[in-house]
T-cell receptor, first 115, second 111 residues
């Protein structure tokens, strides 16, 4: 079992819906990330939170809104998505600010379909 | 920006065979990691290996940072080794950290 828990595992939403993806870790990691992965492609970084502050936003459209309520939780709020936003959304965490310094731990992902 | 190339893109093995996956990167990097993504999408850390050689069971990895490549060795392959193997590098520059994934090697191990 992964030590990074993502919910829900699957989500189908309409283009006018508002939904949230959740990610939780209890390893004491202080950096958390959202990645987007399209089929047969590598993961693409969306956001990085370091010590609960947003440190990286990779020019992600505003219909994706991240939130880090505390050091263990990371949310991704979704609103007015497009069908091309359908993908696997992965959460990851790591110790400290050097993301690969001790290795990432990934969650099992949320498979999102926008209809 | 830095380029990360993995080869081969696809690989089919008979169970029990050995294989070598390669990751080339175009510039110096601070960190490198190998991941396995299983058919259900779960990404698993295999090795954190910015340089040197590490072994874990049937898997081992070598990174030659001065020559800008890393190799992942799989010995006595099993059907559960199927999936996609990603190499990811991290480079620290003026703009902060940048993590780049290679396109992956898709492995299928036949029983």
């Amino acid at each position: 079992d992964t030590e990074v828990t993502q919910t829900p595992k699957h989500l189908v939403m309409g283009m006018t819906n508002k939904k949230s993806l959740k990610c939780e870790q209890h390893m004491g990691h202080r950096a958390m990330y959202w990645y987007k992965q399209k089929a047969k492609k590598p993961p693409e970084l969306m956001f990085v939170y370091s010590y609960e502050k947003l440190s990286i936003n990779e020019s992600v459209p505003s219909r994706f809104s991240p939130e880090c309520p505390n050091s263990s939780l990371l949310n991704l709020h979704l609103h007015a998505l497009q069908p091309e936003d359908s993908a696997l959304y992965l959460c990851a965490s790591s110790q400290g600010q050097t993301r690969l310094n001790y290795g990432y731990t990934f969650g099992s992902g949320t498979r999102l379909t926008v209809v | 920006g830095i380029q990360v190339e993995q080869s081969p893109p696809d690989l089919i093995l008979q169970e029990g065979a050995n294989s070598t996956l390669r990751c080339n990167f175009s510039d110096s990097v601070n960190n490198l990691q190998w991941f396995h993504q299983n058919p259900w999408g779960q990404l698993i850390n295999l090795f954190y290996i910015p340089s040197g050689t590490k072994q874990n069971g049937r898997l081992s990895a070598t990174t030659v940072a001065t020559e800008r490549y890393s190799l992942l060795y799989i010995s006595s392959s099993q059907t559960t080794d199927s999936g996609v193997y990603f190499c990811a590098v991290e480079r620290i520059g003026a703009g902060g950290f940048k993590t780049i994934f290679g396109a992956g090697t898709r492995l299928f191990v036949k029983a």
